[in-house]
C-alpha cells in the first residue's frame, strides 16, 4: 500500500433509464400558502438602517418552505431537503446551516457565543400552523471571523442535531455567472424562508472573497448558506446590496472557494476517507482523500489474527472478532489511532456497524439492540426491538433501523433520541435490487445486473427522488456514504465517485489495483 498510487481520470458513462424500482411513499401535504409579507425590518447588523437594500427587484417574493411550490426554480423536493439543515440563533437573530452531525455554519459578524441557541423547525407548515420547534445549546465556538477578509463562524451544538436533520456538503466551487443560487434561512427573524435567483458576478465591494447574487434576503439571513443546482453549500450569505428600483445590483456572500482554504474545520470537512482491507497481512490502509477524491496522505495499522473491521463513520472504526468482541477505535483526523474500547462478547449477539455514538448489535433470535456509547466508545444505555419474524436489521445511521425482509422488502425505522420507534416505512420488493445501505437521507440500491439505485429519503422515512446509473460491466458497486461511491473491479481497482445531493454522478477517480488490498468503506471526516 506504500508508494505511488496512480489515477485514471477517465470519466465512466453515466446512464439514467426508467425507474425500475418502484416507489412506496405518503402524498405530500397541499402547498396553498401566500408569500410572506416582510415588512418593516432591519437589515443585517454590518449595515445601517439608513443602507437597507436587501431586496432585489420591486417584490419581495420569498416563501415559507412548506408553502414552496417549486416556482422560483429550485425544485419542491430540493428545498424540502435543504430547509432541514437550516436554523435559527435564538439570541442574535441570524441564520446558519449544519455542516456534520454538530457543527453549525454561521455568519461571524453574528458574534457567536457558548451558551447561545440554535432553533431547528422554526417553520410554518403549509397550512400556516407552526411547527414544534427544537433548541440546541452552542458548546463551543471552534473559529470565528468578522473582518474585511472573512466573516465566518463555526460552532459546535450539544446534541448532535444532524444525526435528525442532516448536514450539508461545503464544495470550494465558484458556480458560474447566471447560475440559479438557492438561499434558505429566517429573513427578518421569521419562520424559514427560500429565495433563488442567478449569480450576478464576482465583483462585491466587500472583497475578492465575495460574490454577488441577486437573491432576497432581510436582517436574519445573515449567515444562510447559498446552495448551487447540486445542492452543494458554495456560499455563505454576509451583506446586503441589492435595489428594488433602478440597477438591481445584489446581495453578497462569501465564497466557499475562499473560505475553505482558509479554515482548518471546513477543509477537513471537505475531505473524506477511504478504507482498504489486506486480510492476509492483518491491515488496514485508512486514506485521506481531498474533496476530488484524490488521496492525500495515508496510515496503516495492523491488527492481531481474528479482527475484521466491519464498519467506518466519521472519525470511528469498528472491528469485530472471530469470538464476538468488538474495538470501537477512535481515529484522530490524520488517520492515527487516538485510543479504543472493547465490548463483549455477548452470547448470540453480534456487533453489525457503529454510527453517530451508536453500535448495532443483532441476536441469532433476530432482535435487535442499539447502544448509546459516549466520546470514547463507553456504554451509556441500551433499546432493544424485536422486528416481525423474516425480517433482518442490517444498518444504522441518522436515527434511522434499516432492515432488508428474506423477500426482498425493505423498512426504514424511524426513532427518536433515545433509539425508540417513532414510525416505519415499507418499500419494495423489486425484483433483482438489494438495498446496500442508508445514510443521510439516502438509501443506496445495487441490482444483480450491476445497475445503482440512490433513493432520496426525507427524515420520516418517505421516499423523495431516485437516480440510477449503470451497469458498467465488470465494475460492481461496493458501498457508498456521505455522497460518495465505490465501484470496484475484480483485481481491486476502485473508481471513487462524488455525486450530487440526489446521487446525481458529478465526478471520479480511480485508484489501484494494490496487490493484496481491497477497499471497504468511505465516510467524511469529523473534525
Known amino acids: 500500500?506504500?508508494?505511488?498510487?496512480?489515477?485514471?481520470?477517465?470519466?465512466?458513462?453515466?446512464?439514467?433509464?426508467?425507474?425500475?424500482?418502484?416507489?412506496h411513499h405518503r402524498p405530500l401535504p397541499a402547498l396553498a400558502l401566500a408569500l410572506l409579507a416582510l415588512a418593516g425590518c432591519v437589515d443585517e447588523p454590518a449595515l445601517a438602517v439608513a443602507t437597507q437594500a436587501t431586496q432585489c427587484g420591486p417584490v419581495w417574493d420569498a416563501v415559507g418552505v412548506e408553502a414552496y411550490t417549486g416556482n422560483l426554480g429550485p425544485s419542491v423536493e430540493f428545498v424540502d431537503r435543504h430547509q432541514l439543515h437550516v436554523g435559527y440563533q435564538v439570541e442574535v437573530g441570524c441564520s446558519g446551516t449544519l455542516v456534520s452531525d454538530d457543527l453549525f455554519l454561521s455568519a461571524g459578524h453574528c458574534a457567536w457565543a457558548a451558551g447561545q441557541h440554535v432553533r431547528f423547525d422554526y417553520q410554518n407548515r403549509a397550512d400556516g400552523t407552526a411547527r414544534p420547534t427544537r433548541d440546541f445549546t452552542v458548546s463551543a465556538v471552534v473559529e470565528q471571523q468578522d473582518d474585511a477578509s472573512f466573516d465566518y463562524a463555526i460552532v459546535r451544538l450539544d446534541g448532535q442535531p444532524g444525526r435528525w436533520y442532516g448536514h450539508a456538503t461545503v464544495a470550494a466551487v465558484d458556480p458560474p455567472v447566471g447560475t440559479t443560487v438557492t438561499i434558505i434561512g429566517h429573513p427578518a427573524l421569521q419562520p424559514k424562508a427560500i429565495h433563488a435567483g442567478p449569480v450576478l458576478d464576482y465583483s462585491s465591494g466587500e472583497g475578492t472573497n465575495w460574490f454577488?447574487?441577486?437573491?432576497?434576503?432581510?436582517?436574519?439571513?445573515?449567515?444562510?448558506g447559498v446552495l448551487d443546482p447540486q445542492g452543494r453549500l458554495v456560499g455563505l450569505h454576509t451583506n446586503a446590496?441589492?435595489?428594488?428600483?433602478?440597477?438591481?445590483?445584489?446581495?453578497?456572500?462569501?465564497?466557499m472557494s475562499q473560505l475553505i482554504p482558509h479554515s482548518q474545520t471546513l477543509v477537513q470537512l471537505s475531505r473524506t476517507r477511504l478504507l482498504w482491507w489486506n486480510q492476509g497481512a492483518q491491515a488496514i490502509s485508512l486514506w485521506n482523500l481531498d474533496a476530488s477524491g484524490d488521496m492525500r496522505?495515508?496510515?496503516e495499522h495492523a491488527v492481531d489474527a481474528g479482527w475484521t473491521p466491519i464498519s467506518l463513520a466519521?472519525?470511528?472504526?469498528?472491528?469485530?472478532?472471530?469470538?464476538?468482541?468488538?474495538?470501537?477505535w477512535r481515529m484522530r483526523t490524520d488517520g492515527s489511532l487516538a485510543g479504543y474500547t472493547e465490548h463483549g462478547p455477548y452470547g448470540g449477539w453480534t456487533a453489525l456497524a457503529?454510527?453517530?455514538?451508536?453500535?448495532l448489535w443483532r441476536h441469532t433470535s433476530g432482535a435487535v439492540s442499539l447502544w448509546s456509547v459516549n466520546g470514547?466508545?463507553?456504554?451509556?444505555?441500551?433499546v432493544e426491538h424485536v422486528p416481525a419474524p423474516g425480517w433482518t436489521a442490517i444498518g444504522y445511521a441518522n436515527d434511522t433501523l434499516l432492515?432488508?425482509?428474506?423477500?426482498?422488502?425493505?423498512?426504514?425505522?424511524t426513532l427518536d433520541d433515545s433509539g425508540a420507534l417513532l414510525d416505519t416505512d415499507e418499500y419494495g420488493p423489486f425484483t433483482g435490487w438489494t438495498a446496500l445501505s442508508y445514510g443521510d437521507g439516502e438509501l443506496i440500491w445495487r441490482h444483480v445486473d450491476g445497475r445503482m439505485s440512490t433513493w432520496t429519503i426525507d427524515r420520516a422515512g418517505g421516499f423523495r427522488t431516485w437516480t440510477e446509473h449503470g451497469p458498467f460491466t465488470p465494475w460492481t458497486l461496493a458501498g457508498g456514504a456521505d455522497h460518495k461511491r465505490v465501484w470496484r473491479l475484480p483485481d481491486g481497482r476502485v473508481s471513487y465517485w462524488t455525486t450530487d445531493d440526489e446521487g446525481g454522478y458529478l465526478t471520479h477517480v480511480e485508484h489501484g489495483p494494490f496487490a493484496g488490498w481491497t477497499a471497504l468503506y468511505t465516510a467524511s471526516i469529523a473534525p
Open 1 to 23: 500500500m506504500r508508494g505511488s498510487h496512480p489515477i485514471s481520470t477517465d470519466r465512466r458513462p453515466v446512464v439514467t433509464s426508467a425507474f425500475p424500482i418502484g416507489s
Open 212 to 224: 454577488r447574487y441577486q437573491v432576497d434576503t432581510l436582517g436574519g439571513n445573515s449567515g444562510s
Open 241 to 255: 446590496g441589492c435595489n428594488q428600483t433602478g440597477t438591481i445590483n445584489g446581495n453578497s456572500g462569501m465564497r
Open 297 to 299: 496522505d495515508y496510515a
Open 314 to 328: 466519521g472519525n470511528v472504526i469498528l472491528w469485530r472478532h472471530d469470538d464476538g468482541r468488538v474495538s470501537y
Open 354 to 359: 457503529a454510527n453517530d455514538r451508536r453500535i
Open 376 to 382: 470514547l466508545g463507553e456504554y451509556l444505555s441500551h
Open 403 to 413: 432492515l432488508r425482509h428474506t423477500n426482498g422488502r425493505v423498512a426504514l425505522w
